[in-house]
């Protein structure tokens, strides 16, 4: 079965195709994030469903047009939800979608992440070592003068230039906001994540899934595993406003909503 990541969504001839849910949602929570979109867009298409007790099962032969994500999730079935979304985000289909949106000008190359933030180090220690050999060695106050400008600005530059997402990438997260809302279950979870909270309420509470699935849900840092690859990073990374440009959420998800849920024949999704 092929891994190569496809774009999810299409644009017009010669245009940039908008980034498809799995694709945001990994820019936003990482690929645990995606996986759990993938799940959910399963439970949709009604591909796949989940149990009162959280195990995720397929239903019927994988349908045409299925995304490389969601066939890695149906080829580990079955298998409890908190599994299947960790096992998934650690696939070779979520490797392929990182280098998919690092090649699209989303993500920031890993190795320019780390350049940018070694230069900010050494740039702050030369900063601090001019003020204290002007003290020490009595050199012209002028240098302790201009380094600690000099340091400030030159951190915060490369700070930027060192986040996990490019600007493009950042506007894609803000796109996705106004899309987040109960309606829209698959993006409410792409945003948020199943254990992130709208208007005091767990999404997955919002969603109708069931405590017992619930409990499958782990939830990830948000530092591990976001090289080149995710707003906040993590595995399923939780997301800072500031980061992100876009959620406040604190997991990754995937759900389905609706009254099938409380019956167990509905889907949910790991958390941060």
Known sequence: MATQWTPTSAGSAG???EPGLEEQGFLVGGPGRAAEVAVVSLVEASAARISRGGLVSAVGRPRAGTSPLGSA????????LGDVIIATASSAEAQSLRQYLVGSGL???PGRRQGMRTARRLLIAAAVATVVATIVLELPFWLALGAVPVGVVGAIVLGRAGRPLTARGRDVVKRLKPLAVSPNRIALVAYYGLLGKVERHHVWEVLGIGPAAATTLRRRSNRGGSNGGASCGGGCGSCSSSSCGGSGSDSGGSSCGGSSCGGGGCGGGGGD
């Open 15 to 17: 245009s940039t195709p």
């Open 73 to 80: 999730v149906l080829r580990r079935l079955p298998m409890s």
């Open 107 to 109: 993500v920031t190359p």
